[in-house]
């Protein structure tokens, strides 16, 4: 009589906690606050640079070309500012996906999702 092996048998569970004790593991977070912190903290300064400086200063209301006054362009480089800080994440985040990816692959042994 031969044994049949179960689906449980064949792929044993992923111990999380050995994947979290990894030195690849604590590399991987280490470069994404690197990288999130400082971002989190460009974005939350330039995004409230407007609210603040229109509400306790008149620096943004000088005209800066022709009639466009300063809070004009305050205003729409936060847009620009909001689309590439997106663009940036996406990309760096695919990488840390990769990472992600093929330290969890060390731990199912070599096998790919």
Do not use: H
């Amino acid at each position: 009589m031969s044994q049949v092996k179960s689906k449980s048998d064949a792929n044993p569970p992923l111990q999380y906690s050995q994947v979290e004790e990894s030195t690849k593991f604590k590399e991987l977070m280490q470069e994404k606050k690197r990288f999130i912190i400082p971002l989190t903290v460009f974005f939350l300064l330039f995004y409230f640079s407007l609210p603040i400086l229109a509400s306790y200063t008149t620096f943004l209301n000088n005209p800066a070309i022709g009639s466009i006054t300063w809070v004009w362009i305050l205003a729409i480089a936060q847009f620009v500012m909001t689309w590439t800080l997106c663009i940036l994440y996406v990309k760096k985040a695919a990488r840390f996906d990769q990472k992600a990816d093929e330290i969890l692959s060390e731990y199912k042994g070599g096998r790919s999702k």
